[in-house]
């Protein structure tokens, strides 16, 4: 069926480098996607979205890129922190405002 | 205050146990959801609210059941728990928007 997945299970970057965490999606109908971000023992906290009509958004720090065509979705975090060491995952609205989740990504910040 | 809350946070109960996770809100949003995480796992949804009148089932609801008591409470049960529903549980909000709000969890362990 159709899915949502992440490309790594881990990432490890130096403090002060650039993040890029990759997500690809399966369904071609998907209007909608999200990033969110959990850290250990909370709840995801939602962190930026895009529609499918967009191709790149920018937040505080983070930089969603969507590839149509490669069905293919990334998030940049800049400058990266020890306080962004966290689970990231990318999620995709299917119907009904049912968001379907990949599996996530653990991002690790080196000193 | 946490505009999400879950109680209890942890809980530890025997297989055939009947067990209540309780979820408020004070975001005014109408749309609640719940949702079970296990290790390596993304969210997979379990049930869904969209109004006090409305209740839907997600993608793993067998061995669960809901009760949406008022617009900012919504109850998920484990009529008889078993020891594959040990997950973290995690509760969320949203309003006509897509973005979901999550709770801060709860850690269920079934022995």
């Known amino acids: 069926g159709e899915s949502v997945g992440l490309h790594l299970p881990t990432l490890s970057v130096q403090e002060g480098d650039n993040s890029i965490i990759n997500c690809a999606y399966s369904?071609?109908?998907?209007?909608?996607f999200i990033w969110y971000k959990q850290e250990s023992g909370k709840g995801p906290q939602f962190i930026i979205d895009i529609r499918s009509n967009m191709d790149k958004r920018q937040g505080q720090r983070v930089t969603v890129l969507l590839n149509k065509t490669v069905k293919h979705l990334s998030l940049q975090i800049a400058a990266t922190q020890p306080g962004d060491s966290a689970v990231y995952f990318c999620?995709?609205?299917?119907?009904?405002?049912?968001?379907?989740f990949g599996q996530g990504t653990r991002l690790t910040i080196n000193p | 205050d946490a505009d999400v809350t879950q109680t209890p946070r942890n809980r530890i109960t025997k297989t055939g146990k009947r067990i209540m996770l309780e979820c408020s809100q004070t975001?005014?949003?109408?749309?609640m959801y719940w949702y079970r995480q296990d290790p390596g796992l993304g969210l997979r949804l379990i049930y869904y609210?969209?109004?006090?009148?409305?209740?839907n089932k997600g993608e793993i609801s067998d061995g669960y059941s809901v009760s949406r008591q008022a617009q900012a409470k919504f109850s998920l049960s484990l009529e008889s728990a078993i020891p594959n529903q040990t997950a973290l549980y995690f509760c969320a909000t949203s309003d006509l928007m897509y973005t979901q709000y999550f709770g801060p969890g709860t850690r269920l362990t079934v022995l």
């Open positions: 609210s969209f109004d006090v009148k409305d209740i």
């Open positions: 975001k005014g949003h109408d749309r």
């Open positions: 999620a995709e609205i299917q119907g009904a405002q049912k968001l379907v």
């Open positions: 369904n071609s109908a998907s209007d909608y």
